[in-house]
């Protein structure tokens, strides 16, 4: 796999100039070991949830056979905390889902007006819906004072992605936090996530979009097809760390799209050190 350093990563980030939006490198501690905490719980899903932090229980999970998603919906009792989680792309049936770029109607939520998503990643989401809203509603009239935090890496990104925009329309202060993210949907949807999620500035955010390296995944689907980006970007250079992490406000070029990785690559299977599935941290 590439190394992408601190330094090789300012200094590509000079080089390119203008072309490259807004970069501030060196994240709080406190954000990093939430980024890295989200991400633990995110990786393990492609092994039934393991070596997640002892903290957090398992309420439920959320699957459907036709599509092959699979998710859960999670609590940390000493946060406060439902999280819901969903597993990267596992089976054919999950390629399949992945490769349909074909912009569909966000239907499920009217009020993101002339919003669009990805294909694959919407007849996911429908599949599973009845489930999520009900398993949450429950979680949240047993816990009214938990938060709400959505999660996942790659097809699982955009699926926390989708449904942390759904039940933004119904819970208040809903977090994001996505590993690998795909581009999701169309403009109007970017400008509905980042107004809703507060992602004008990393001070407010709450849609916290991490990518690594030369990951390959952020650069699908192609933005010729109307895709954008939305959240915050939190890009992890390596060796990670709080300091070789940089965040990436502005344009629609940011920092790990401009790498020019392609697909799935070494840097999208590992973030923080931790490979998907892998289950050695």
């Known amino acids: 796999m590439k190394t992408f350093s601190a330094t090789r990563a300012l200094s590509f980030s000079a080089a390119i100039g203008q072309c490259l939006a807004a970069t501030t490198q060196g994240i709080p501690g406190s954000i990093y070991n939430r980024l890295v905490e989200m991400a633990t719980i995110s990786q393990a899903a492609y092994a039934d949830l393991c070596n997640i932090p002892a903290t957090i229980t398992t309420v439920e999970k959320i699957y459907n056979a036709q599509t092959d998603i699979n998710g859960w919906v999670l609590r940390d009792d000493s946060r406060q905390e439902i999280i ?18 074909t912009l569909a109607p966000f239907d499920s939520l009217p009020k993101c007006v002339g919003c669009a998503v990805h294909g694959g990643y919407y007849l996911g989401w429908i599949s599973v819906q009845d489930q999520v809203e009900s398993l949450v509603q429950k979680q ?3 816990y009214p004072e938990y938060t709400l935090t959505v999660t996942g890496h790659s097809l699982g990104a955009s699926m926390a992605a989708i449904t942390a925009g759904q039940l933004s329309a119904i819970y208040d202060h809903v977090r994001l936090y996505t590993f690998g993210e795909p581009r999701t949907g169309n403009l109007a ?12 500035s990393p001070e407010t955010t709450r849609f916290f979009r991490v990518t690594h390296a030369d990951d390959g995944i952020p650069n699908l689907p192609p933005t010729e097809q109307g895709y954008v980006h939305s959240g915050i970007e939190y890009w992890s250079g390596e060796p990670h760390s709080a300091y070789s992490t940089f965040v990436c406000t502005g344009s ?20 923080f050190g931790m490979a998907s599935g892998a289950c050695t941290w």
């Not at 054919?92 to 889902?97: A, E, F």
């Not at 949807?189 to 004008?200: D, V």
């Open 252 to 271: 629609e070029v940011q920092c790990c799209e401009v790498q020019g990785g392609q697909g799935v690559n070494d840097a999208h299977v590992t973030y």
């Open 189 to 200: 949807y970017a400008s509905y996530m980042n107004e809703n999620f507060e992602a004008a």
């Open 84 to 101: 819901i989680v969903f597993r990267g792309t596992g089976s054919d049936t999950n390629l399949q889902l992945d490769t349909n770029y």
């Open 140 to 142: 949240a009239t047993q």
